[in-house]
Structures are given as structure tokens and as C-alpha cells.
């Protein structure tokens, strides 16, 4: 066991682990985080997407013990409140989502994907850049829409 | 995943002092390889050392004649540098092709250099850029690196700490993916050279990338697409998967060099213009 002192949709957090437990398992059945989901468990589908230090990355492809010292932001961190982030919202609005399975993933990388780019973003750099995330259910139409307008509320 | 001790030493010289003094090591770089490997129980190291903390691995620096990576340098980060974009623009596209934008923020260059899997991207850019891999030892030519499918010419316990590329005239890389991996089917990287052209393959070859040494000398007398008219590689020499057959294969590198020819000619005239 290693003690594991980190920081969880910004709550300081610290508990004994194994290091091979991988972040999500450390995410779902340690902190009871379920928003994180698994699809795959093999890095493809991007159902684990959380934010290591504000950066997308896949919780089933790293240890919960190199998210020391470290800040880890989950589904669960991005509503202010009541008020849900406007990624959330452009979900809810344009109907991005079927079984929701995969929405966690879709919008953790939707906000890294937005901040990154500034808000400049355009349908066909949209469709690229979710090549790591799969949905079975929407045909990615409104996904792609929702992000493009959250994409606008969220320009700085 | 089975049972190991973790450790994230913080310099180069207490990770190497850890990787002599332990019984099965690995080394954990972005984890995108290792860990699936770990979780299917292929790998089983006693001992992870994590790359992660080392800070003198992530330097990315401009030298003289071309550029520095260090290990632990993420594809996202070569992706985007403005100086690799600027002096190896080929190797910056590459880059931002390899799997997807998680993959890219994790994965790095020791990592994917090290595991040379037959359908990675960055082994074909080092061999036709003719690399140097300068491990905690030596330094060791691309050409010499990559030895078979998943094998290099490390040896056991040895480190890889930068990959150091020359800069050439004009370079690019076209790339024929398999969807669902976003592995390559077929790879190829054209690098114009002072001294002449060298052509790498990836994806394809039965034991691995390698450089399509004909279509070099094709190419050194004219560079055009025409001049590969007529050349072929053997299907025998050629991976064959489910995806992609040997001899399409073969065929794919045949049309993919030629598009690679024609796009890196044209550009040169732009800039010429
Ligand atoms: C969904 C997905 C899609 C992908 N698509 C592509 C693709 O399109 N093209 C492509 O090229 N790759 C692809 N990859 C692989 C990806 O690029 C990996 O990041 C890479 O192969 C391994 O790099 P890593 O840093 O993750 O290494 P790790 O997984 O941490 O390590 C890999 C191996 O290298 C060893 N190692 C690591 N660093 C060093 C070092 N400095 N010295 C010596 N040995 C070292 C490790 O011990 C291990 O054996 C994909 C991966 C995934 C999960
Ligand atoms: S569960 Fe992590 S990528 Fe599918
Ligand atoms: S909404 Fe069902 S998987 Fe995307």
C-alpha cells in the first residue's frame, strides 16, 4: 500500500492505495465517483476522461498513485452548484446524448478540446479531435453541435 | 494486474542507480503501451520506476543542426512546438497523428521508440531523418536501432534519454490508418537530405520498419513521383493482418510514397515562388 495525497475536483484527498490500482478504479469505488465511466478498459473508447492538471486523459491508462501532488478534475467538479457548466448545458439543450454512457468522457474532452483551442474551433476540427472518444448511440450529430455551442458561450 | 512496487525517483541518476540495483524493473513513461500490457499480463515487472518526475527527460531543445527530444517528451508537445514545427515540420504532423488527443497528452517518444510496435509512427520518422537515440550509455544510429518486431538494440536495463534529429531540406510523413486502432496500415516518411533521400516504411515490413532502399536511389536521380514507376516491393516481406492483405500492402507504400513525392516537390516550389 502507498499513501496517495491528492486533489479531487479541487477537495484535498488522501487515502491508502495499491499502486496498481488504476485512477478510475481509485475515481469510482474509492471516492464513489461513478460519473466516470468504463467502457473499454483497453484506452479506446474514452468513457474515463477526466483532467490531470487541466489536461484530458483516460483514467483506465494511468495509477491513481501518479496523481500525487497532483489536481484531478471529474464529471462530478464541473457544475457550480446548481448551475451546470455550459458544456453540461449545451449537452442538455442540443440532446447530445442517448444512453449517456459515454457523455462524462464526451464532455470532459468538449472542455479540454474548447479551452485549448480558445473557442476557435470548426465542425471538421471538432469531428477530429473526438476520435478518442466513441459513442454507439448518437451518431455524433448533436454532440458535434453542442460542442461548436458551447464552443461560443465559453470564448474568453 | 498483477502485484508491484512503485517508485517515481525525481533525477536521472537515482533512476538509473534503481534500474541497476532491482530484479525486473520497467520503466513507466505515458503508461498508453505499458499498462494495457500490465492489465492483459504480458508485462509483470517486480518493479515500475515512473519516468514522469524526471524533469532533464522532457527537454525539447534547438542544437546547431536540428533538434533535441528528450524521452519523455508527449506527441502532444511535439505536435505543437513551435521549433520542431519550424525546423522538422514533418516530424510535428506526425506527431499530431499518432492515436488520439489522450493518447497524444500521455504517450511519448522514449516510449513508443522503445516498444518499436510494427505499426508505431515515430520509428519511421527516425530512420528516414537518421536519428540518433543517445541512451544513458551511447548513442546508437536508427539505422542500427530498430532490430525486428517489438525488438531494438537496447540492452536490458539500458535508458533511452533523447532522440536527437538532424534538420533536412524538405520532410513529411503520409500515413494509411487502421480506424479502430489509429495505428498505421502503412507509414511512410520522406526526408530529403543533404546527402541524398531516405525513404522509411512503417506498418508494413514483416519484420518491422524499414527503408525502401530502391525508391532512395530512384528518387536521388529524380524527384518525382515518375521515377518510382516500375518499382515493387515483395508481398512476401509484407505484414499480413485481418486489415490489410501483403499485397495491398505492398501496393499501399507504392501509392502512398508517390503522393508523399508529389505533395513534398510542390511544396518545395511554393517556397521557392
Ligand atoms: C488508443 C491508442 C491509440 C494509439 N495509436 C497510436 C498510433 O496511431 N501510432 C503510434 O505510433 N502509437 C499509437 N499508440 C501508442 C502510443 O503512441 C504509446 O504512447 C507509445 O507506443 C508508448 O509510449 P508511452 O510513453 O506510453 O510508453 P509506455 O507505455 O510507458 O512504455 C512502453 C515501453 O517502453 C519502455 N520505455 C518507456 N520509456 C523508456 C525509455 N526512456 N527508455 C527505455 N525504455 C522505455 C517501457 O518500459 C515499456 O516497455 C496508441 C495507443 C493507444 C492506447
Ligand atoms: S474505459 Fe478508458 S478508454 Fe475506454
Ligand atoms: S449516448 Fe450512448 S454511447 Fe453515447
Redesign the pocket.
Known amino acids: 500500500m502507498m499513501r496517495l495525497e491528492t486533489e479531487i475536483n479541487g477537495k484535498p484527498v488522501a487515502a491508502e492505495v495499491e499502486p496498481r490500482m488504476l485512477l478510475v478504479e481509485f475515481l469510482r469505488d474509492q471516492c464513489r465517483l461513478t460519473g466516470t465511466h468504463v467502457g473499454c478498459d483497453?484506452?479506446?473508447c474514452g468513457a474515463c476522461v477526466v483532467h490531470l492538471d487541466g489536461v484530458a486523459v483516460?483514467s483506465c491508462?494511468l495509477l491513481a498513485v501518479q496523481c500525487q501532488s497532483r489536481k484531478v478534475t471529474t464529471i462530478e467538479g464541473l457544475a457550480q452548484g446548481a448551475a451546470l457548466h455550459p458544456m453540461q448545458q449545451a449537452f442538455h439543450e442540443h440532446h447530445a446524448l442517448q444512453c449517456g454512457f459515454c457523455t462524462p468522457g464526451m464532455i470532459m474532452s468538449a472542455v479540454d478540446m474548447v479551452e485549448r483551442h480558445a473557442g476557435d474551433l470548426d465542425e471538421h476540427t471538432v469531428r477530429e479531435e473526438l476520435e478518442?472518444n466513441i459513442c454507439r448511440c448518437t451518431g455524433y450529430e448533436n454532440i458535434v453541435k453542442a460542442i461548436l455551442a458551447a464552443a461560443e458561450t465559453m470564448r474568453p | 494486474m498483477n502485484k508491484f512496487d512503485y517508485v517515481r525517483p525525481t533525477t536521472l541518476a537515482a533512476t538509473l542507480d534503481l534500474l541497476r540495483a532491482s530484479d525486473e524493473p520497467?520503466?513507466?513513461?505515458?503508461?498508453?503501451?505499458?499498462?494495457?500490457?500490465m492489465k492483459q499480463g504480458l508485462?509483470a515487472p517486480e518493479l515500475l520506476i515512473d519516468?514522469n518526475a524526471v524533469s532533464e527527460?522532457v527537454e525539447l531543445s534547438v542544437t546547431g543542426d536540428g533538434i533535441r527530444v528528450g524521452?519523455?517528451c508527449?506527441?502532444a508537445t511535439v505536435a505543437t512546438s513551435g521549433a520542431v514545427r519550424d525546423k522538422i515540420p514533418g516530424l510535428a504532423e506526425l506527431a499530431g497523428?499518432?492515436?488520439?488527443v489522450q493518447?497524444?497528452n500521455?504517450?511519448?517518444?522514449?516510449?513508443?521508440?522503445?516498444?518499436n510496435?510494427p505499426?508505431?509512427?515515430?520509428p519511421a520518422a527516425l530512420l528516414a531523418l537518421d536519428a540518433t537515440i543517445r541512451?544513458d550509455s551511447r548513442d546508437i544510429s536508427a539505422d542500427e536501432f530498430f532490430v525486428d518486431l517489438f525488438e531494438t538494440a537496447?540492452e536490458p536495463g539500458?535508458?533511452?534519454?533523447e532522440v536527437v534529429f538532424p534538420s533536412c531540406r524538405s520532410c513529411g510523413y503520409l500515413?494509411f490508418?487502421q480506424p479502430a486502432?489509429?495505428?498505421?496500415i502503412v507509414g511512410v516518411f520522406v526526408a530529403r537530405h543533404r546527402q541524398g533521400v531516405r525513404v522509411a516504411v512503417t506498418g508494413a515490413g514483416s519484420a518491422g520498419v524499414f527503408r525502401w532502399t530502391e525508391a532512395e536511389a530512384a528518387l536521388d536521380g529524380n524527384f518525382a513521383q515518375q521515377a518510382l514507376t516500375g518499382l515493387a516491393l515483395d508481398p512476401q516481406q509484407m505484414l499480413s493482418d485481418i486489415h490489410a492483405g501483403d499485397t495491398y500492402r505492398a501496393h499501399l507504400v507504392q501509392v502512398l510514397t508517390g503522393r508523399l513525392v508529389e505533395a513534398l516537390g510542390a511544396r518545395s516550389l511554393r517556397v521557392r515562388t
Open positions: 483497453t484506452s479506446q483516460k491508462a478518442g | 520497467m520503466l513507466l513513461a505515458g503508461g498508453q503501451t505499458l499498462l494495457p500490457t508485462a519516468l527527460l524521452a519523455m508527449r506527441h497523428m499518432i492515436g488520439d493518447v497524444r500521455r504517450g511519448t517518444i522514449g516510449g513508443s521508440v522503445a516498444n510496435d505499426a508505431a509512427d515515430y541512451t537496447l539500458e535508458m533511452i534519454r500515413k490508418r486502432s489509429r495505428f498505421a
